[in-house]
C-alpha cells in the first residue's frame, strides 16, 4: 500500500546523499517534494501541513547543521515524526480486572469487521486467552453464517443466538453474550456489530444501544484503508457519535494509496492497535508504528520477522538443526532441506517475508514477481524422491533424475537444478554453523571465522635498516653520499679501476 509513497520519499532522500552540508535551499526543496509524496499518498492536508512544519524546523536547527552526515539525519528526522503522526508508542489491549474482557468492533459495511473478529481471536487465542466471536449483526444477510464459518475457520467458539437477515435484537444478543461467556469460562468477548453503508442516524444509535448493553473495555473501530480521505471522515463521524479506545486498520495489502493510515491517528488522537494485511486469519497482527514508519521509509522490519520466526520455529529444532551442521554437511539431508522450507511457508507469503528484510525495496520488482508455487515445486520433487535418494542426493544419478522429474511433473533439468542447488546451500550452512563464515567472503569483520584467518606479519625486506635518531641519520645520509662520489654503485671508482662485488655476492661465488 506504501509502494507509491516509500519510492517518493527514498527518491527524495537520493538527492541529499553526498553532500556535506545542506543549505536552507536544500532543505526547502526536500521539505517540498515530501510534502507532494505525502499529498499524493492522500494524506489529510492538516496533518501534511503539520508534518512538515515539524520536520522544516528541525532541519533547520542544530541537530542537522552540526551533524557528521546531515543527510541521514534529515531520515533520522523524518522517521520520528512519521511514528508521531503513526500514534508513537505502541498502544496494548486493555483488559479487564475481572473476566470477560468486552472488546466491541463498530464501523461501516464493507470495512471488514466480520472477518476481522475471526482474525482477532485467533490472535488472542494465540496469545494463551479463550474468546468468544458474538454476532450482532442481525441485518446483513447470511452474516451470521459468515461469523460462524470464520469463527470455525480460527479455531474459536461463537455465540450466535438469533438467526440473522433483519430478525432478532442485537442489544439483548449482546447483553446475554457477557452471562453466556462468564458461564463457559470465555475470558474475551468480542462483539461483531452490524454497519451501514454509510452513516446515519439508526446506525449510531444501534451502535450506541449496544455500547451501553455491555459496557466494553475496548471499542475499537474498524477502517478500511483503502477509501482515503472518507476513512478520516467516517472516523470523526464515529468518535463523536459513539465513541472508540482505538482503530483497526483493514485491507492495508490493497494497492490503494494508505492516506488513512497516515491520516487517522493524528486526526481524531486514538491509536492504531491492530493491521490486518492479507485475505488470511493470520495476516493480521499489533500495529507498531515505528515499524511501519521504518517499512514507510524503506529499512524493513526485521522486528516483525524475528517474531514471525519465533512464532514458527520451536527452540529445540533449532538447536538441533544447527548441531546437526556442525557435525558435517552430510548430515543435513534432503528431508531436512523440506522440513526447514515448509516451516518457512507457515510464516507467511514469502514476498513479504522478503519485503521485511532492510534494502529489499530496491528489488521490489523482482519481489513481486515471485512465484509461490516455485516452493510447492521443490517440494513435489523432493516427495517423489525415495527416503534413500533424500538421505543421500549422490546416488540420484540419471534414471534416478528422470523417474523423480516424472513423479512431480517437472523436468529432468529442473531435479538435476534442484540437486546442485541443495549441494551448494548444505555446504554454505555447514561452514556457518562450524563458524567459517559466508563462503567467499573471507575474513568479513563481524562475521563468523574472521578471527579465526588472522593475517599473517608482513616480513619485513632485508637489509640496512635507518636509524631512528634524526642526527645519527642524517650522519649516515651524508656518509652514503660522500661513496656515491667517490666510486660506482658497487664501489668502483668512477674513473676505472677494479670492479668490487659485495660480500654478499662474493660469498655465492666458487672460490678461485
Not at 36 to 41: F, G, K, M, N, S
Not at 42 to 63: H, M, N, T, Y
Not at 134 to 161: I, K, M
Not at 449 to 460: L, S, T
Amino acid at each position: 500500500m506504501f509502494d507509491t509513497l516509500s519510492d517518493r520519499l527514498a527518491a527524495t532522500f537520493k538527492n541529499l546523499r553526498g553532500k556535506g552540508r545542506l543549505s536552507e535551499a536544500d532543505i526547502d526543496a526536500t521539505a517540498r517534494e515530501i510534502r507532494i509524496a505525502l499529498l499524493e499518498a492522500d494524506v489529510a492536508l492538516p496533518v501534511v501541513r503539520a508534518f512538515i512544519k515539524q520536520v522544516k524546523e528541525r532541519s533547520l536547527g542544530a541537530e542537522v547543521s552540526q551533524a557528521l552526515n546531515p543527510a541521514q539525519q534529515v531520515i533520522k528526522i523524518v522517521n520520528e515524526e512519521l511514528i508521531g503522526i503513526l500514534g508513537g508508542q505502541t498502544r496494548r489491549l486493555r483488559f479487564a480486572k475481572n473476566p470477560p474482557t468486552v472488546i466491541m468492533l463498530a464501523g461501516l459495511q464493507g470495512a471488514g469487521k466480520t472477518t476481522l473478529a475471526g482474525k482477532l481471536g485467533r490472535w488472542l487465542k494465540a496469545q494463551g486467552h479463550a474468546p468468544l466471536l458474538v454476532a450482532c449483526d442481525l441485518q446483513r444477510p447470511n452474516a451470521v453464517n459468515q461469523l460462524a464459518v470464520v469463527a470455525e475457520r480460527a479455531g474459536v467458539a461463537v455465540y450466535a443466538p438469533q438467526p440473522g437477515n433483519g430478525v432478532g435484537d442485537p442489544v439483548q444478543v449482546a447483553k446475554d453474550s457477557i452471562e453466556y461467556a462468564r458461564t463457559k469460562q470465555y475470558d474475551v468477548v468480542v462483539v461483531d456489530t452490524a454497519g451501514r453503508l454509510g452513516i446515519d442516524a439508526e446506525l449510531m444509535q444501534q451502535a450506541a444501544d449496544i455500547r451501553d448493553a455491555v459496557n466494553p473495555d475496548e471499542t475499537l473501530f474498524v477502517v478500511d484503508a483503502m477509501i482515503g480521505q472518507d476513512a478520516v471522515v467516517t472516523a470523526q463521524a464515529f468518535l463523536d457519535g459513539v465513541g472508540f479506545d482505538g482503530v483497526v486498520l483493514s485491507k492495508l495489502d490493497g494497492d490503494a494509496r494508505g492516506g488513512a493510515a497516515l491520516s487517522v491517528a493524528q486526526v481524531t488522537g486514538k491509536q492504531i492497535m491492530f493491521a490486518s494485511n492479507g485475505e488470511k486469519l493470520d495476516d493480521f497482527d499489533a500495529f507498531h508504528p515505528d515499524r511501519m514508519a521504518s517499512r514507510i521509509l524503506g529499512m524493513g522490519d526485521v522486528l516483525s520477522l524475528i517474531e514471525k520466526a519465533e512464532q514458527t520455529f520451536s527452540r529445540q529444532e533449532a538447536e538441533e538443526m544447527a548441531a546437526k551442521l556442525a557435525r558435517g554437511p552430510k548430515e543435513f539431508t534432503l528431508d531436512d532441506f523440506l522440513a526447514q522450507m515448509e516451516q518457512v511457508r507457515k510464516m507467511g507469503s514469502i514476498s513479504k517475508l522478503l519485503g521485511m528484510l532492510p534494502g529489499m525495496g530496491q528489488m521490489k520488482e523482482q519481489i513481486n514477481n515471485l512465484d509461490e508455487r516455485d516452493v510447492d515445486r521443490v517440494a513435489a520433487i523432493i516427495k517423489s524422491m525415495t527416503p534413500g535418494e533424500r538421505a543421500d542426493p549422490t546416488i540420484i544419478k540419471g534414471s534416478r533424475r528422470a523417474r523423480i522429474a516424472r513423479g512431480s511433473g517437472v523436468s529432468v533439468s529442473e531435479v538435476s537444478g534442484l540437486v546442485e542447488r541443495f549441494f551448494e546451500a548444505r555446504k554454505m550452512m555447514s561452514r556457518m554453523a562450524q563458524g567459517g563464515g559466508i563462503p567467499g567472503m573471507p575474513g568479513m569483520p563481524g562475521m563468523p571465522g574472521a578471527a579465526a584467518r588472522k593475517k599473517k606479519p608482513v616480513k619485513q625486506a632485508k637489509g640496512k635498516r635507518r636509524s631512528g635518531n634524526p642526527m645519527k641519520r642524517k650522519a649516515e645520509e651524508q656518509a652514503a653520499a660522500e661513496r656515491r662520489a667517490a666510486g660506482g654503485a658497487f664501489g668502483a671508482p668512477d674513473g676505472g679501476g677494479q670492479f668490487e662485488l659485495p660480500k654478499e655476492f662474493k660469498d655465492l661465488l666458487p672460490p678461485q
